[in-house]
């Protein structure tokens, strides 16, 4: 088994691509080895000092650390991904239910919510997916929309220019009710 690595705008935080399907559909972030109870491979992570955050996606697996030194870490981190496709173990349990995707918004906007989700699936979470990452519609209120930032894009220093300057401006231009975008905790 050959897994890629590949760096990502936020430098706390590396994409591991093991070349087979991780979650194939959706997304799971985990950022606590108790919140980890439902993926064996999180729990694998998490079982490797400094691993503070892991997110899955498709195809991938998004890790974060502490201040430890990726030198020292990233072989711990291959392996512990390495050792779970080999274990056959599934990377959710079966009864692991879903990630809260509780959304706020009045009816009277359902018009505008959908074109801004629509513009987030096409446009946005293609690219951030790219980073390593996600970026999910959490609500839309007096023309701000709040979006949850995820894996990789949780934390990352540029993650405030990537919403201000790509994800507002193109939320502006195609849907004139928005003003505002603001991250919030997921």
């Given at each position: ?60 697996v ?70 390593g ?50 991250a919030?905790?997921?």
């Open positions: 088994m050959f897994i890629q690595t590949e760096a990502t705008p936020n430098p706390q935080t590396l994409k591991f691509l093991p070349g087979e399907p991780v979650l194939g559909e959706g997304t799971r972030d985990f950022r606590s080895p108790d919140d980890a109870s439902v993926s064996p491979l999180a729990q694998r992570l998490f079982a490797v000092p400094g691993v503070t955050g892991v997110f899955l996606g498709s195809d991938f998004s890790v974060t650390k502490d201040d430890d030194d990726w030198q020292h870490l990233k072989p711990a981190v291959l392996g512990a991904i390495m050792e779970h496709y080999l274990s056959d173990a599934p990377v959710l349990l079966e009864n692991s239910g879903e990630e809260s995707s509780e959304e706020f918004y009045n009816s009277e906007d359902e018009g505008t919510v959908a074109m801004i989700k629509e513009l987030l699936d096409e446009r946005v979470r293609p690219a951030v997916a790219n980073d990452g996600d970026i999910t519609f959490k609500g839309f209120r007096d023309g701000v929309v709040f979006l949850s930032m995820r894996g990789a894009c949780a934390g990352c220093p540029s993650s405030t220019a990537t919403l201000r300057m790509g994800i507002e401006n193109l939320m502006r231009h195609f849907v004139p009710e928005v003003q505002e975008v603001r919030v905790e997921a």
